[in-house]
């Protein structure tokens, strides 16, 4: 039977030690302390944010990952140094008898606080964020009140037996935390990591692309041996899993090992490179977005993401419009009648094609990288004509720049006169008094 007035009797006895402790000249001492190290840390963050132009101006919408990422740093100066003055004053406290457990109270509150405002700025996955809230920081919590090896060790004594291996509720529990924690931070570090290495200036960008797959991977594999390691297993048996690698690599892992390979030897030799216009052998035509470790990213006119793995680049025929000199030739067609003054003409239709805006004219331009306009062949309606001219960039052809010329050159033969042939066929009647025949009947 429950005893209520023990129960009573304990909780006015702990309400006494409350009040007491509340009305204490100690309880006052922590409280001064408190505001005044709120006040001074305060202060001192914001001096030190003023100092740095990265943490004191905000990036704008079009601002570099790394400089937002240095804003919200600066926004945890505050709590970092009052995190760091409080833990200091409780552990003077205790050196000098002073009982200090108000600040650990108000440690411990400012240390979830921090954690909880770093996930709110740095995590941006919603899945991930919940996790570390109702995951994380309530281990956080038991570490800090020292309760976390008690719970580690009622974990561990929750265990089964299964032949020679020893599943324990901690070992799960470990394995699944530490999991998602090196998961995240791989993820997040390779996406900084990379941004950081393509905004070196002082590299090309055949180089950038190398050393950030390079980095991908290495980040990749070091958080691959941080997880065996914290699941107990003993890196030695690698040498087991990595002759299983190496068979199942010579079955059916060898198409991904060889794109892999593939991307590595298209960044080095460089025969590719991110903005390049390549057209493949099966006709798909693009530009060269990004590339990932098993393929490249071809964007279409249309828009359309086309994945091409990366040993096609190798293995197949690549025509690479975009490889040595962005400047490329086109050439449209039309046709004038017999009887236009040609050399005229052609001279109208250069200049008429070299006011448009992308095409590469003028005097400072080399003679053979004018416009050009000249005679393909005498056809059955008229002479058949086509103008060449070069201009910077890739071209869709039919969709942009080929229509504009085609109707610049339109517009300028009619302007002029000329006449445009189409195909005109004459039919003569032979013999205009036909022979009638009727039936007779023969005699």
């Not at 944010?49 to 740093?73: D, N, W």
């Not at 960044?267 to 530009?287: A, N, P, Q």
């Not at 470790?293 to 828009?303: C, F, K, P, S």
């Not at 359309?304 to 293995?315: A, H, Q, R, S, T």
């Amino acid at each position: 039977m429950i005893n209520f007035d023990g129960l009573i009797a304990q909780a006015k006895h702990y309400f006494a030690l409350a009040e007491q402790a509340v009305m204490s000249m100690e309880f006052l001492l922590q409280i001064s302390a408190m505001v005044l190290i709120y006040l001074l840390t305060y202060v001192v963050s914001q001096q030190l944010r003023s100092k740095f132009r990265f943490t004191r101006e905000e990036p704008g919408e079009g601002a570099h990952g790394i400089q937002r990422l240095s804003f919200k740093l600066g926004e945890t100066f505050f709590p970092i140094l009052t995190i760091t003055v409080l833990k200091l004053t409780s552990v003077l406290g205790k050196q000098y008898q002073f009982h200090a457990w108000l600040l650990e109270i108000a440690l411990v509150v400012a240390v979830l606080i921090f954690l909880n405002s770093c996930i709110r700025g740095f995590v941006a996955s919603h899945s991930v964020a919940n996790f570390m809230r109702w995951i994380g920081l309530p281990i956080v919590f038991l570490h800090l009140i020292g309760v976390l090896p008690q719970v580690v060790i009622a974990l561990e004594a929750m265990s089964i037996n299964i032949g020679n291996v020893d599943i324990s509720a901690y070992g799960v529990s470990r394995v699944l935390v530490f999991g998602a924690l090196l998961f995240w931070l791989g993820r997040a570090s390779n996406a900084v990591g990379q941004d950081l290495i393509r905004s070196h200036k002082t590299l090309d960008i055949t180089t950038k692309e190398v050393f950030a797959k390079l980095f991908e991977v290495a980040l990749f594999c070091i958080a691959f041996l941080l997880l065996l390691n914290i699941m107990g297993i003993n890196l030695t048996a690698l040498a087991v899993f990595g002759g299983a690698v190496g068979v199942g690599l010579g079955l059916g892992l060898q198409s991904i090992a060889s794109n892999f390979i593939s991307g590595i030897i298209i960044l080095i030799d460089r025969s590719l490179t991110v903005g390049d216009y390549v057209e493949l052998e099966d006709g798909s035509k693009g530009f060269v977005r990004e590339f990932k470790m098993r393929y490249a990213v071809l964007e279409t006119y249309d828009g359309k993401d086309i994945l091409v793995p990366n040993e096609k680049f190798i293995n197949g025929l690549l025509i690479n419009w975009t490889h040595k000199d962005p400047k490329q030739r086109y050439r449209i067609d039309f046709s004038v009648a017999y009887k236009t003054d040609i050399r005229a003409m052609v001279e109208i239709v250069k200049e008429a094609v070299a006011t448009h805006p992308q095409v590469i004219s003028g005097d400072d331009v080399p003679f053979e990288e004018r416009p050009d306009c000249e005679i393909d062949s005498f056809g059955d309606s008229g002479v058949n004509m086509f103008v060449e001219f070069w201009m910077d960039g890739v071209d869709d052809g039919k969709n942009r720049v080929g229509g504009d010329l085609l109707l610049i050159v339109f517009e300028t033969l009619r302007e002029h006169n000329i006449e445009i042939p189409f195909p005109q066929r004459e039919v003569r009647v032979l013999n205009e008094n036909p022979i009638s025949f009727s039936n007779t009947t023969p005699k």
